[in-house]
Each structure stands twice: as structure tokens, then as C-alpha cells.
């Protein structure tokens, strides 16, 4: 008999997802470890809290901040792991400065910058970023969005400079291309998805100024960028869960 059951199951539910290379649904969960829906529901939600545990835009469960207390590497520290090396490239080839963002299914964190003294500043590494849209790598969170919490963000005050920004458009435009650009003329800044299996984890993005990201390297910059994205998700994909 366990003298402490909440506990136990709380910890199977790390060690479960602690396993998983892509994550867990939901429904995952519940069919293979056994514990009652409503006793699951509520370690979750704790462990979400707690941030042992983070859940995606897709709603996976994956390991969160507070795992790496336990010993255990998350989704985030490995982001951070395998892109530190690309963000230098990025800023060498380009002459921008370069960020690796981390997506946390209702947060944005800057968790990685290579700062280009003649381009642009951009956010610092630790900024956390709960407002989604207004962002160059905004366009690839729309299908993670509520049309309601879409509508909330474009009423917000620092949406007025944009006053015709259609974001179902800009994503449509995005993901065709593999990259998104935000050109506000004297400013100009890019994002690049990253993936890890399939599911969306964080952004490299690039900033600039018309001098650092000419018109005529508008494109040439982006491919850039987005195959910089895709290398860090082919890395993190193929990322053995030690």
C-alpha cells in the first residue's frame, strides 16, 4: 500500500512524458498510465502550474522549466542547447542580430541572442511575452489562436500602426514560404518555426534595419534564416530522450 498515492502518480506521470520523444495527448495519457480522468486532470494541471510540465499549442504535455531540477533536460533547455551554436551563424552570415525563441504554448521567452552592433537591438534573453501577434514569427502561432484571443490582441493599442494587418493572410504567406517578414521601413525583422517531431517549440528570428537588410536581399535573408530553422528541427528531432 503507498503511503503517499498523489505523489507516486504525480511522479509516474513525469517519468510517462519524461519518455516520450514527441510528448503526450490528453487521451495519451490517460490510456496508458492508468490513473482516474479526474485524479489526472488535477496532477496536471499542477504540474503544468508548477512548470514541471509545459503542454504545446497542439495541447501535447511535455516537460517544462522545473524539470531540469529533477535531473531531466526540457524541451526548452534543449532548444537553447542546439541552437546557441546557429544563432552565431546566423549573425555572421546576414549581419543581424539573431534570437532563439521559445514557445510555450501560452508565452513566448527570448532564450537565446547574438547581438549585431549596426542592426537592431530587439528583446533581451529572459523577456517573457504573453501578447502573441506582434512579432515577426506571430504569423506561424495564428492556427494556435482563438479567433477570440486573435480579435482581443489586434483591439490592443500597439496594433493601431498596423491598421489593415489581416493575420489569417500573413500565415497563409508565411508558411508558403517557410519564413515570415515584418517590414516597417526603417525596421525590419524575421521569424523561422522550429520544430521538434512535427510540433511546433520556438522561432529563430532575425532584426534589422533597411541599411543591414536590403530590398535586394530581402528573400536571399529569409532563406537564410529558414534554413537555419530547419536544421535546428532536424537537430532536436533526432534528439535521443536519454
Not at 551563424?89 to 508565452?107: M, V
Not at 526603417?186 to 543591414?212: C, E, I, K, Q, W
Not at 535546428?232 to 530522450?241: K, R
Request: glycine share 10%.
Amino acid at each position: 500500500m503507498s503511503l503517499a498515492p498523489a505523489l507516486e502518480r504525480g511522479l509516474d506521470l513525469l517519468e510517462l512524458i519524461s519518455k516520450s520523444e514527441r510528448g503526450l495527448s490528453y487521451s495519451e495519457i490517460l490510456e496508458t498510465c492508468g490513473i482516474p480522468t479526474a485524479s489526472a486532470a488535477r496532477l496536471l494541471k499542477v504540474l503544468v502550474n508548477r512548470g514541471y510540465l509545459a503542454k504545446d499549442g497542439s495541447g501535447l504535455y511535455l516537460l517544462g522549466k522545473g524539470a531540469v531540477y529533477l535531473g531531466a533536460e526540457s524541451i526548452r533547455d534543449r532548444l537553447i542547447r542546439a541552437g546557441e551554436p546557429l544563432l552565431e551563424s546566423l549573425r555572421s552570415r546576414t549581419g543581424n542580430t539573431a534570437l532563439l525563441i521559445y514557445w510555450g504554448g501560452e508565452y513566448l521567452e527570448c532564450i537565446g541572442k547574438r547581438l549585431e552592433e549596426n542592426a537592431m537591438g530587439m528583446q533581451e534573453v529572459g523577456e517573457v511575452r504573453c501578447n502573441l501577434l506582434g512579432y515577426p514569427w506571430s504569423p506561424f502561432l495564428v492556427r494556435h489562436l482563438h479567433a477570440e484571443r486573435i480579435s482581443t490582441e489586434l483591439a490592443q493599442e500597439e496594433w493601431r500602426y498596423l491598421p489593415a494587418y489581416d493575420p489569417q493572410a500573413k500565415a497563409r504567406e508565411a508558411e508558403a514560404a517557410g519564413f515570415a517578414l515584418f517590414d516597417q521601413g526603417a525596421f525590419r525583422r524575421y521569424g523561422a518555426p522550429v520544430f521538434r517531431n512535427g510540433h511546433l517549440v520556438g522561432f529563430l528570428g532575425l532584426g534589422g534595419t533597411s541599411l543591414t537588410i536590403p530590398d535586394d536581399q530581402l528573400i536571399e535573408i529569409g532563406t537564410i534564416l529558414r534554413r537555419h530553422a530547419d536544421l535546428l528541427s532536424e537537430q532536436l528531432s533526432s534528439t535521443q530522450h536519454a
